[in-house]
Nanobody, 118 residues
């Protein structure tokens, strides 16, 4: 089973930007979409964005306009660009494939921590 691998998080000041990456070798070949989630301390995990197999991005209403999802099929990598970060964006960000049988069997990764603080 392939494990998701996230990276790109860090400590950033309010108003700053980050680009998160998520890889899962094979997701393009198996025609998976990718969901992005985040979980703040003490809160439930919430869905924030999706990139579909055709590359169409979808966003949760509250992040629309600040989050941009994209993918590079050549490297089986998806990206989540986050602009104008606020303290409300502080969370562990993770990604997961969805779709057919192969896609649902991938394992969750460690996630990547985003901390927004002055």
């Amino acid at each position: 089973q392939v494990q998701m691998v996230e990276s790109g998080g860090g400590l950033v000041q309010p108003g700053g930007s980050l680009r998160l990456s998520c890889t899962a070798p094979g997701f393009t070949s198996y025609k998976c979409g990718i969901n992005w989630f985040r979980q703040a301390a003490g809160k439930e995990r919430e869905w924030v964005s999706q990139i579909r197999t055709d590359g169409t991005p979808v966003y949760e209403f509250a992040v629309k306009g600040r989050f941009t999802a994209s993918k590079d099929e050549a490297t089986d990598t998806v990206y989540l660009q986050i602009n104008n970060l606020t303290s409300e964006d502080t969370a562990m960000y993770s990604c997961k494939t969805y779709g057919g049988a192969w896609c649902v069997k991938t394992r969750w990764g460690q996630g990547t921590q985003v901390t927004v603080s002055a």
